[in-house]
Structures are given as structure tokens and as C-alpha cells.
């Protein structure tokens, strides 16, 4: 059985907070300050994306922000065609922005829930999800992104994930969690800590890494590798 989520944020809670938030979320060489190893883990699912599909020509970026994650995938591989995906207009705005100039290919904005997108099968070469997957709620709804994605993606194509994460035992998560309020700490003091965990709560459901890699078997992946994990973060994908 599911726990209840009818206590979290909506969508349009948080479209809402990330309207308001664009300018803290362009930033291409710190990439998001909250998240522990943010600039390591884009390096990593960018440069494997140009390993496991050197010639990619078709990208999808979920939950793209500001675009911080495709330009940094177009410093890989040059002028591919890039589909941008967010609940926020202003992101969007921005990542499209931000991302024009660096590609001779198209630059396509879509403002929708990420389980609303609607493409054609074995479409896309390299899919990327950072920090954005965590929004979903329950069992089912990552099911269905899994397979949405395992779908789109050519044979040989790659998704490569970048996210906070939960763990399968208490003691290990009230561990982690533990950690992670002490790195925020540094970055602003009791009251920041406070601030970001609160919103954490509120507007977020992520699973673990053990949940997420038997979910991309399950959907037909058998090519599956972690790249990073460091505390509540980690960086993982796989190639159809």
C-alpha cells in the first residue's frame, strides 16, 4: 500500500516556488548549491551520455530548469536537437534562452507534468532527469515514467539520472539525512538548513537507488551502471 502524499505539494505549489526561482538555478559551473556533488554528477551523466551514444542527434532534458544539464550535454556533443520539459514557464524561458545560441539544432519548450509527455516510440538518443524524478509520488507514477522513457528512447539510446534519493533501511536514511542537514548547515547556517529540509518534506518523494535500478530492469533496461553516490545524492542510468 502507498502512504498517503495528499499532505504534499501540488504541481502548481511547486511551478509556483520555481517561477520565482530561475536566476539560483542558472548557474552552469556550481549547478544546483543544494545538492552535494551537483557539478561532479553533471559532469558524469553528460560525459556518459556522449560514451554510451556518441552520435546522438535527439535529446530530452526533464525537468531541465534552466537548462543547466543540455548545455552542459551540448559541450559533449555538439548542435543536437533538444526538447526541453518543465512545470515552470520562466525555466523554460530561460533554459530555451541559454540554450539557443549553443546548437544549430532545434530548441523545443514543453510545459507540462513529466508523465504528460507524448512521444513516439524510440525517438530520442539521450535522455537526462536531474533532480526532477523525486516529484513523483507513488509506485505506480515511476513505473509509468520508466516505461514512458524506456519507450522513447532509440535501441542504444541511454538515460542517464541525477537525484536525490532515499534509502531501504531507517537507520541508514535518518543517517544520511543526518549528513546532508550538516552539508547545508555550512552553506547558510540553522536557519537554511531548516529552510531547504522543510521544503524537502513538503514538496518531495524520492526512492532508492535499489528501488530505481530493479524499476529500469523491470521496464527492459539490461544495461544499468551507477556513476555516483555521495550521501542522499546520486547519479545512475542505463542504455536500452
Known amino acids: 500500500m502507498n502512504p498517503d502524499y495528499s499532505k504534499k505539494a501540488t504541481n502548481q505549489q511547486i511551478r509556483e516556488r520555481f517561477d520565482k526561482d530561475t536566476e539560483r538555478f542558472s548557474n552552469l559551473e556550481t549547478g544546483q548549491q543544494t545538492t552535494i556533488d551537483a557539478p561532479l554528477t553533471m559532469e558524469l551523466c553528460t560525459t556518459a551520455a556522449r ?4 552520435h546522438a542527434a535527439e535529446l530530452l532534458d526533464i525537468g531541465c530548469g534552466a537548462g543547466n544539464y543540455t548545455l552542459k550535454m551540448l559541450s559533449r556533443i555538439a548542435d543536437l536537437n533538444c526538447t526541453l520539459n518543465d512545470l515552470s514557464m ?3 524561458q530561460k533554459a530555451k534562452e541559454r540554450v539557443s545560441p549553443r546548437t544549430k539544432g532545434s530548441v523545443t519548450i514543453i510545459q507540462d507534468d513529466m508523465r504528460n509527455l507524448q512521444f ?5 538518443d ?14 505506480e507514477d515511476w513505473e509509468l515514467m520508466f516505461i514512458k522513457i524506456y519507450n522513447m528512447l532509440k535501441p542504444g539510446g541511454s538515460f542517464w539520472i541525477s537525484d536525490l534519493i532515499t534509502h531501504n533501511t531507517e537507520p541508514i ?3 544520511f539525512e543526518d549528513q546532508y542537514g550538516d552539508y547545508l548547515q555550512t552553506l547558510g547556517g540553522a536557519e537554511y538548513r531548516k529552510k531547504v529540509l522543510d521544503y524537502v518534506n513538503y514538496e518531495d518523494t524520492p526512492r532508492s537507488i535499489n528501488f530505481q535500478l530493479a524499476l529500469l530492469a523491470k521496464v527492459g533496461f539490461s544495461k544499468i551502471d551507477i556513476l555516483h553516490k555521495s550521501s542522499c545524492f546520486a547519479a545512475f ?3 536500452k
Open 237 to 239: 542510468g542505463a542504455i
Open 51 to 54: 560514451y554510451a551514444t556518441p
Open 120 to 124: 513516439p516510440n524510440d525517438h530520442f
Open 126 to 139: 539521450i535522455i537526462l532527469a536531474a533532480a526532477t524524478l523525486h516529484h513523483l509520488r507513488d509506485d
Open 173 to 175: 536514511t535518518r543517517l
Open 90 to 92: 520562466p525555466m523554460l
